[in-house]
């Protein structure tokens, strides 16, 4: 039997607000334990609730920016349920009446296709606190910094046929917020964190199967690792006479596999009702158009724009507009050269390979988008090669100033003079008279083979200084004569 997928992703952006979304405790990620929960995080008696209103803009933004219609009049509501981490009992989200209603996100997949998924809601909500397990023998620790902390959390529509799409989109998502600068985006400290529902069924059949949901998975690799197995979980179990339990699951990737956390609660488990702490939320017409004029490019338009204004190819246009950092690097890069497609290999080939290596950000480069600039420069005015840029480049980023200190300090500027190369080449060409003879008395494509060994030859003759160009010309005709 053939299957289909179908997967949906509910993904939780933490915002960067500076406060959590009812109180004034402070949400810096990494301070003591317990330090940043105040009595309103707990809903101790006595205290009430006030709304961040920076978290209702930042939802508002991310509204706009897909297209989604944005409730005017919404509500909190508590959502019940008991765990460790939560001790209030109840957590204030949203339900029937969600901040951000049918949006959608067009998202780029591997084969250059563009396709349109649906949002079919966003809503404000808080964290909860966190369980620790590793320091404690035999105990769990909690920490409840993290509690109040303000979450948008996004659902897609479940339309999405396999794991590469799934992390296509989960990425245009991430992508999305930090364009916004409504979330920092970074996986590692829990600032985005997707849970993944996951069915399978008879190709062809429009009724959905069953689904699970992986609670929690914060890397793009585990996303698709985790779909993947329990894509194959879900098919084995079934064609072995078995059925899918509505279910949450762990994703374990140590071991690659997804178990089995609780049994998957239904909205009415959650009992949920309107917070009597909270007023009805109001946005007024005028200020989500102010909001609608202050929305940045967005990787979309960015995207497109960097195809069309620069005519780069549509992998070189997604790559440089993958995060606002690189774009605006990229940018800033092509004004200093005036040659895009120079900027765009030197950001996505020597720059992109130097920062995986010491595993920094763009926004940590030790060499600067002008200072790049600056040395493509030197190329295109034939100052330096290719080979000896790389030189160059990797001076740089060592901080010993920028590429015109450089080439000077160093002697790297290229020999463009013809008489120079004319005489470097006949020294060459000397010292393998044997080679030459071989040459000359071989056919069209013995000789192309051995044309790349003189070329060899009078690059380190020259050190790498003589222009590669004028060597080919130069030594193509003497070899010929």
């Not at 707990?42 to 209103?53: D, E, K, R, S």
């Not at 966190?130 to 910094?145: A, R």
């Not at 979309?300 to 690097?329: C, H, I, N, P």
């Amino acid at each position: 039997m053939q299957w289909e997928t179908v997967i949906g992703l509910e993904i939780h952006a933490q915002l960067a607000t500076n406060t959590k979304i009812f109180s004034g405790s402070d949400t810096t990620f990494g301070a003591e334990p317990n330090t940043q929960a105040s009595l309103i995080d707990l809903a101790m008696p006595g205290t009430l609730p006030v709304l961040n209103q920076e978290a209702v803009r930042m939802a508002c933004m991310f509204g706009l920016a897909v297209d989604a219609h944005i409730a005017e009049h919404n509500i909190f509501a508590r959502k019940n349920y008991f765990y460790p981490d939560l001790p209030k009992g109840y957590q204030t989200s949203q339900m029937d009446d969600p901040i951000v209603g049918l949006g959608h996100l067009d998202i780029a997949l591997e084969d250059g296709s563009i396709k349109r998924v649906n949002i079919t809601r966003a809503h404000l909500e808080e964290d909860a606190g966190k369980s620790l397990h590793e320091d404690f023998s035999g105990m769990t620790g909690i920490d409840l910094n993290r509690a109040g902390t303000p979450l948008l959390e996004i659902v897609s529509e479940p339309e999405l046929s396999n794991a590469k799409e799934a992390v296509a989109y989960a990425r245009a998502i991430h992508t999305l917020v930090r364009y916004l600068n409504i979330c920092d985006g970074n996986m590692a400290e829990g600032s985005f964190r997707c849970d993944c529902n996951v069915s399978v069924r008879p190709k062809g059949q429009t009724e959905l199967g069953t689904r699970t949901e992986i609670k929690n998975v914060n890397s793009f690799r585990f996303i698709e690792r985790a779909i993947n197995h329990e894509i194959q979980r879900q098919i084995e179990l079934i064609e072995d006479g078995g059925t899918v339990d509505q279910e949450t699951r762990l994703y374990d990737p140590n071991k690659d596999e997804t178990r089995s956390m609780r049994s998957k609660e239904e909205a009415n488990d959650y009992r949920y009702f309107p917070c009597p702490d909270l007023l009805p939320v109001h946005i007024p017409r005028d200020m989500l158009e102010e909001l609608r004029a202050q929305l940045p490019e967005l990787p979309t338009q960015k995207r497109e724009r960097f195809a069309s204004e620069f005519g780069l190819s549509s992998y070189d246009a997604s790559v440089l507009s993958a995060s606002r950092e690189l774009a605006d690097y990229f940018e800033t890069v092509e004004q200093v050269c005036k040659d895009a497609k120079l900027a765009a290999n030197w950001v996505m080939g020597d720059l992109s390979a130097l920062l995986n290596k010491d595993n920094l950000d763009v926004s940590q480069s030790p060499v600067s988008a002008e200072q790049l600039g600056g040395m493509l420069l030197r190329i295109k005015d034939n100052t330096i090669s290719g080979n000896i840029a790389k030189k160059v480049f990797e001076a740089m980023a060592q901080g010993a100033g920028d590429a015109d200190q450089i080439i000077e300090q160093q002697g790297l500027k290229q020999v463009t003079d013809s008489g120079a190369i004319e005489a470097l080449l006949d020294e060459v060409l000397a010292a393998n008279a044997e080679q030459v003879e071989q040459y000359r008395a071989s056919d069209e494509n013995k000789r192309g083979k051995m044309f790349g060994f003189f070329v060899g030859q009078a690059m380190r003759a020259s050190k790498g200084k003589a222009n590669p160009q004028q060597v080919n010309q130069l030594l193509k005709s003497k070899l010929e004569q």
